[in-house]
């Protein structure tokens, strides 16, 4: 009866999360919010998940822009590598790109691209291996292989034993039931489908001044799960089947929270070093400071991809505006124009714009150069980008 019970409320689906979990680590907060309502529909021992009035108050944000176009992956990592990479090593990461095949395994030729270029193929190595740590992670693996070894670390960083499973697998040997269930949440390709541009209704963390002082907030701190205490006491009294059917759900249950915990310390950790290295510019005092993906990589003791996916597609709202988490990434100059300078005068100069005739990259670069700065297209078309600020054509109003 038990079982019946679980089977017409759950519509059983227990791979929802653990399909592929990091993928909980990239949630913009309104994509979260979804994940959160589809757990406590299909998970009994969550009995509410609660978010506070803080949280409502807080990260509502409707200013922002709303695109509703679908990005496919490699137009996605086209804009990381832009974001990250600048001169040679951005060239020679968009050549990698164009070796990719439809399911985003790299099928060119490393010396023939080092030859290209002038480098040695350890040079294009380090660079391949660069792209793939980026969103969508795992473009230009070379097979499934090395694919799932990104994927693994990932996962499950405190099991490195699961990479000799995954290969005793390859090789179609024995491997234990608990390594096959991990190995069955990988992922077979890096490009699986199209990307969803969400509208962006919230922000994923704030930024205030509270008496001289800045204060960040992260959305995920101000929620609480709270578990069905009915469902926790019939799991200590069930027995058989019954409990290990049970099981599944409070592990499953046990395993969001473990994700959850994740991304939550790891974007304190980022926004409490963007307020300490931008602290100037977030009081309206200055510039921002070099900060770099990497830098604050090794700073926090995790991967660059980590730190690349947390940041990617989410927003802080600040006493200075609104901004896309990698505006606060920025190199020293370019060309020695200041990135962050470059990137507010667009965003003033979108602001300006007459809604019904939107300006082209080539327009905005045109009266950039009116002002003295030295950009191309290109560099406005990537800054537009970081901001998050959809195309003339998607800024149109109609």
Known sequence: MLRNELQLRLKVNLNLLLKNQVEVLLYPVQELEQVLKEEKESNPFIEEICVSRKAVELFEERRLPEPVYKAHPLEVLERNLKAELEGLDLEIALELLSNVDGRGFFRGDILRIADKFGVSPEYVEDIREFVMGLEPVGVCSKDFFEFAKIQLKELYPEEPNLLEELEKAIRGERISDEARKRLSHLRRSPIEEPVSAPRVSKVDAVIELDDGELVGYIYEELIDIRPNLRYMEMVRRAKGEAREFLKEYLERLENFKKILSIRRENLRKILDLIIETQEDFLKGEGNLKSLMVKDVAERLGISESTVSRLINSKYVKTPQGTYPFRFFFVRETVGGISQEELMREIRKIVEEEDKMKPLSDEEIA?????????????????????????????????
């Open 366 to 398: 045109r009266i950039l150069q009116s002002r003295g700065y030295s950009v191309a297209r290109r560099t406005v078309a990537k800054y537009r980008e970081m901001l998050g600020i959809p195309s003339s054509r998607e800024r149109r109003v109609r």
